[in-house]
């Protein structure tokens, strides 16, 4: 399953950085994001992992997070390996250009859902999934932006 979608927000792509890097800032608008523990030493960069626990349900579920590249105020890109069924692997690709002084995020989720059953029931989890995802950056854009009005003004 694939899922693509991009965005504009009011935004430098310096400014939204912080927003998809920042575990305490992505739990505002990642509904379900609990908690995200680095499991590798010093900064973050392309190789590094966490453990990152997100609520699916009623049930605290771990994920083994990898960044794939590590490009700040560019592109972030990850996989995403574990999950209640304990067999899901997603990658997950944000990309940011600058608009001059905004930022068009394109995003993308790969998810290859193991099994015949979840393959089958891949057209329901991608409805949700696109639901989801615009809500979650929904609030993001209105974050990100009411931030920026806040630092302006």
């Known amino acids: ?59 605290d579920v771990e994920y083994e997070e990898t960044f794939l590249e590590y490009r700040p105020g560019r592109r972030l890109k990850l996989r995403m390996l574990g999950g209640r069924l304990k067999t899901m692997a997603i990658e997950v690709d944000y990309e940011l250009h600058d608009l001059g002084g905004k930022t068009r995020l394109a995003y993308e989720l790969a998810c290859d859902l ?15 999934a696109r639901m989801q995802l615009r809500r979650f950056f929904r609030r993001l854009k209105e974050l990100a932006e009411d931030e920026g009005r806040l630092v302006t003004t």
């Open 114 to 128: 193991q099994g015949p059953m979840l393959k089958l029931m891949s057209p329901l989890f991608g409805f949700f």
């Open 1 to 59: 399953m694939k899922l693509n979608t991009e965005l504009v927000i009011d935004r430098s792509p310096e400014a939204l950085w912080p927003w998809l890097d920042d575990p305490e800032r992505m739990k505002q608008w990642m509904k379900g994001l609990i908690e995200v523990r680095a499991t590798s030493p010093g900064p973050r960069g392309a190789g590094s992992t966490a453990i990152v626990v997100i609520r699916e349900g009623r049930r």
